[in-house]
């Protein structure tokens, strides 16, 4: 096998540029060590490029094409021995002559809707190199389709009600409210879920420039109020100057209800607002005012549920008429049961207050948790890899995936449909880390074991590769040449590569091109392209584009030599929400009647119980119990994207025994005679992990917080059980159900747990290790 610790030291470089979802930097050789320095015109720079630093020649990085033990000496077939495995390396024409065999045979045995390709996963790279692409293309000219994944992790709730109630979600995130309206209009910013600056790091794509900090701090010395409505002080930070409002986690609804019955009550909400541009007003106040059921919505009714005083919800609500109020619902609180409520009673307050459509008023769903939102779009495009055409038409829910792989051919709900699973024999996963991302992580192996076969890319042994039957090695960015761009930032990249690959690594690109070779279907992949000329074909797009209006439109050298290229950017003039409050008529919103849908006689008429027709407060049943009686806030990892680069230098850095950190309260630590630094378990009824305790007062009293990305790190007893992560993966904890009929969003954001001091003996951390491999076959 090829090690990279065995390689020469590399010699001394120029600084090249290059691009990621966290930043845009240059990175040179030194010394025998990578160095990034993040671009020159970044007011804020993202210390996640130090992920960099060490990982190119990591340990964790599949450096040879692998096959499961199991699975090359019985061949395909359910197998509860993935993810425990040995693996053995194989060279690459052995390891594309079994695959393509294995892909041949599902096809012709099965059809094309027995294999799984949403793949979903955010991967790294600029627009070319992009692995979800590269897998959908590979296998729509290759294979004729796959059964797909619609909507995603981030935003499963909310892409589906969203354009029930005001439009697509681009429209309503990204084409809405700027950063540069904020610092110049808004008065109030209800912030539920903060606008963490660790999150507001990251844009799929790139960021060139960390804006957010500033904006907020302009904003705040201008006079504009910030509210930290959220379990952590954390989540917007100093700049803003906030008052933290500490809710309850998942009862925002509950709050945001008082607010609008205090404005009500009052005779404060924007009556002709509400007759002119809404529909179904009528129905939610007789709700909201308790006509319908005999309790009214007030703050001495959400008080004991959201855990906000009633006096101080009334306080809130006096901040609010008169003023230019801007409403903002982060992602995570749709990632939870009921995740489709806060979207929609977002804009219902919004809507109550007149605000919508306003400069720096109204409602920016999403705004903070993304680099993308808040932002001006660019002028010209930025070509991506075009995908072929799915001949399969079968879909399921991104977070549904266990579910279909344990329950073929059952029926399931989504969007006012009723549909069926289809039966799986493959899963093709390129760019993505499902035991990163999904939840109930022991069910997820369950649902796993069930394939014939289950295909990776990976750069690094994640746990989904060890789940894996066949294992490609793939380059990461720094080891491709690539284009970095993303529709909301100015700046086009030229990703010059920083290293050869590590190993036998290849590039996805190449990879399919051998299999397709072997599927007969070369050329519909390729359209006779190598990467270097996709790169000049993808970027011609923009070039033409640019010469269109007349700008400057260097051809692809002088891109290249250059490094960047600022494209120009336009400014959506708020939107879609905008556009229909200056001319309601003739700019109807995309809804049903053309207006803001306070009610949805659409979503009523599907009749869910768990989504009814206008936005109400749903309990969780995933909430603290006694045995339980902790929430768990399990949210992005302000030292990685996701599970990426977990080894990586900066993520490194913040662990504590090599695990990841927990923060708990005070109180809650002395109650368990926790201290600072100590081990703790975190167990639920489907789970358990160990991570670092640390203790602050900067989270609520009965919330446990514990990040996404620690790369699960199973713990098995004597008969090959799990009994815990050791690494602190909060995926071992979280309930893998749908957000509601509706939608079917991840809702793993939050769920209930215990927490103790960890006495006991300490696993080590494996997680990074290589899998055991038996080279006795080679
Ligand atoms: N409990 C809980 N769970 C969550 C969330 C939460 O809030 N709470 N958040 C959810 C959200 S919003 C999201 S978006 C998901 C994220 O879930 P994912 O997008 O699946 O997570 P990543 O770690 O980004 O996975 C990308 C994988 O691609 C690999 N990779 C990198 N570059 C390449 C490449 O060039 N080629 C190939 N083939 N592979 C590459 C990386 O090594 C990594 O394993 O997680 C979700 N899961
Ligand atoms: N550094 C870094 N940045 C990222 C990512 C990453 O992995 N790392 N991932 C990116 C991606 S793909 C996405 S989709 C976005 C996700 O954006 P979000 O989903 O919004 O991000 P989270 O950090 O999970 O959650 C934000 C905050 O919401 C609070 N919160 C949780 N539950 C509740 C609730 O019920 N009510 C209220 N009021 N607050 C609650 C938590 O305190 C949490 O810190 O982040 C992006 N940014
Ligand atoms: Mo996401």
Redesign the pocket.
């Known amino acids: 096998m090829i090690d990279a610790s065995s390689r020469p030291p590399r010699p001394d470089s120029g600084r090249l540029p290059h691009s990621a979802h966290w930043g845009v930097f240059s990175a040179a050789w030194k010394d025998g060590a990578l160095e990034v320095r993040p671009h020159p015109g970044d007011p804020d720079p993202n210390p996640l490029i130090e992920n960099f630093t060490n990982a190119l020649d990591h340990p964790a990085r599949v450096t040879t094409p692998m096959v499961r033990r199991g699975w090359l000496e019985r061949g395909p077939g359910p197998d509860a021995r993935r993810g425990r495995d040995d693996y053995v390396p194989v060279s690459w024409p052995e390891a594309l002559d079994l695959l393509a065999a294995e892909l041949r045979r599902v096809r012709d045995q099965h059809g094309p809707q027995a294999v799984f390709g949403g793949s979903?996963?955010?991967?790294?790279?600029g627009r070319f190199?992009h692995?979800q692409s590269q897998v959908h293309r590979f296998l729509n000219t290759s294979l004729g389709g796959y059964v797909r994944s619609v909507n995603?992790?981030?935003a499963g709730a909310s892409a589906v009600i969203l354009p029930h109630i005001l439009g697509g979600m681009d429209d309503v995130a990204r084409r809405n409210v700027t950063w540069e309206q904020i610092v110049a209009h808004t008065d109030v910013v209800l912030a539920f879920g903060g606008m963490a600056l660790k999150n507001s790091r990251v844009a799929s794509g790139g960021i060139s420039r960390h804006i957010e900090r500033d904006s907020m701090r302009q904003a705040a010395r201008r006079g504009c109020r910030f509210l930290n409505i959220s379990p952590l002080a954390t989540d917007l930070p100093a700049d803003a100057a906030a008052q933290w409002i500490r809710a309850v986690p998942g009862t925002d609804v509950a709050l945001m209800l008082a607010l609008v019955h205090e404005l009500v009550a009052n005779g404060w909400h924007d009556q002709a607002f509400l007759r002119d541009f809404c529909e179904g007003w009528g129905g939610f106040e007789d709700y909201l005012m308790g006509r319908a059921d005999g309790q009214a919505k007030d703050p001495a009714w959400a008080a004991p549920i959201c855990g906000v005083p009633a006096e101080e919800i009334a306080r809130i609500a006096r901040l609010l008429p008169g003023k230019r109020v801007l409403v903002t619902v982060a992602?995570?609180l749709q990632?939870a049961e009921h995740g489709e409520q806060p979207v929609w009673m977002g804009a219902v307050l919004a809507a109550a207050l007149g605000q919508l459509g306003l400069p720096g008023g109204g409602y920016a769903y999403a705004l903070g948790t993304l680099a993308h939102y808040g932002k001006r779009s660019n002028a010209v495009p930025v070509a991506s890899l075009p995908q072929g055409t799915n001949g399969v038409k079968d879909f399921i829910p991104v977070a549904r995936i266990a579910d279909m792989l344990l329950h073929p051919g059952e029926p399931f709900d989504y969007n006012g449909k009723r549909m069926d699973y289809p039966h799986i024999r493959l899963a093709y996963w390129?760019?993505?880390?499902?035991f990163?991302?999904?939840?109930d992580l022991k069910r997820l192996a369950r649902a796993f074991a069930t394939l014939d076969t289950f295909v990776v890319?990976?750069?690094?042994w994640?746990a989904?590769a060890r789940h894996a039957d066949i294992v490609l090695p793939?380059?990461?960015?720094l080891e491709?040449e690539d284009i970095g761009g993303a529709p909301t930032d100015p700046l086009l990249v030229a990703m010059h590569r920083i290293a050869a690959p590590n190993g036998l690594a290849r590039d996805?690109y190449d990879i399919f091109t051998d299999l397709a070779e072997r599927l007969g279907t070369r050329e519909a992949f390729t359209e006779g392209r190598d990467s270097a000329e996709w790169l000049r074909h993808l970027y011609e797009r923009t070039r033409a584009a640019l010469a269109d209006k007349g700008l400057e439109a260097p051809d692809f050298d002088q891109f290249w030599a250059r490094g960047e290229l600022t494209l120009p950017q336009q400014d959506d003039d708020g939107g879609i929400l905008r556009a229909f409050r200056d001319d309601p008529a003739g700019k109807p919103l995309p809804t049903p009647s053309g207006k803001v849908q306070i009610s949805s006689p659409t979503v009523a008429g599907f009749g869910y119980a768990d989504c009814p027709g206008h936005p109400a407060w749903l309990a969780p049943q995933d909430a603290p119990t006694p045995a339980h009686p902790l929430f768990l806030v399990?949210?992005?990892p302000a030292t990685r994207?996701?599970?990426?680069?977990d080894f990586g230098a900066h993520s490194a850095s913040q662990k504590r025994q090599g695990r990841e950190v927990c923060t708990l309260h005070p109180a809650d630590a002395a109650a368990r005679g926790i201290a600072e630094g100590d081990i703790v378990r975190l167990f639920n009824q489907r789970g358990a992990c160990l991570a670092s305790a640390t203790l602050s007062e900067a989270i609520m009293p009965g919330v446990a917080q514990l990040p996404?990305?620690a790369w699960y790190d199973p713990v098995r007893d004597e008969r090959g059980e799990v009994t815990l992560c050791g690494h602190g993966n909060?995926?071992v904890l979280?309930r893998d159900v749908g957000t509601s009929s509706l939608a079917q969003g991840?809702s793993?954001?939050l769920t209930a747990v215990q927490v103790e001091r960890h006495d006991g003996a300490l696993p080590p951390i494996r997680a990074f290790d290589r899998p055991r491999t038996d080279d006795s076959r080679r």
């Open positions: 979903y996963g955010w991967s790294s790279a190199h692995a995603s992790y981030s992602h995570s990632r390129a760019g993505g880390n499902p990163h991302h999904h939840q890319h990976e750069i690094g994640t989904t793939c380059t990461m960015t491709r996805d399990a949210n992005q994207l996701h599970s990426q680069l996404t990305g909060p995926n979280t991840c793993g954001q």
